[in-house]
Each structure stands twice: as structure tokens, then as C-alpha cells.
């Protein structure tokens, strides 16, 4: 399975795995990092862990990159966190 195939399962809601790429179909990780999830109504939210958001790595930039793409929010981790607390 590619990269690409994992993002579109999170978006369908349907797990799937590809390397360090990983969706539990509500969730989407990049290695054990959250990139992204499902809010309770299906909105899609991406995490922008990329050089214009909160840099992780590039491998991760990547996976977010893939994401922004099937996404129905982009959100910087930061604003997240505050949100979530």
C-alpha cells in the first residue's frame, strides 16, 4: 500500500498502514505522531507538522503534505493543543 492509499482510507474512515504512515480511520499518524483526526461531526483535521507549521521531520512534512489534501481543516499543532485544553 502507498502513502497516498492511507490518506484516502482516513479520509473514507477505513484503517490502513504503509510503513511509518498509519490510520486507524479516525486517526492518522506519521511514525507515532498524530497528524491528524476525525472530529465527532467527520471533519477531517490536519495537524501542519510541516516548515510553514510546527516542523517535525521531513519524512513527516511528507505524510502532511499527502494529507493537506483529503483535509477538510489544516490546523497548527499549537492552536490544537490550545484548543484541546
Known amino acids: ?16 498502514a504503509a510503513g511509518n504512515l498509519i490510520t486507524s480511520g479516525t486517526d492518522l499518524f506519521s511514525y507515532k505522531l498524530k497528524i ?3 472530529t465527532p461531526n467527520g471533519t477531517k483535521v490536519v495537524l501542519d ?19 493537506k489534501r483529503r483535509a477538510d481543516v489544516i490546523m497548527h499543532p499549537l492552536t490544537h493543543e490550545v484548543i484541546e485544553n
Do not use: I
Request: proline share 3%; charged share 20%; aromatic share 14%.
Open 1 to 16: 500500500m502507498k502513502n497516498s492509499d492511507v490518506v484516502r482510507n482516513w479520509r473514507f474512515d477505513e484503517p490502513a
Open 36 to 38: 491528524g483526526y476525525t
Open 49 to 67: 507538522y510541516t516548515a510553514s507549521g510546527e516542523y517535525h521531520s521531513q519524512t513527516t512534512s511528507c505524510h502532511v503534505n499527502l494529507a
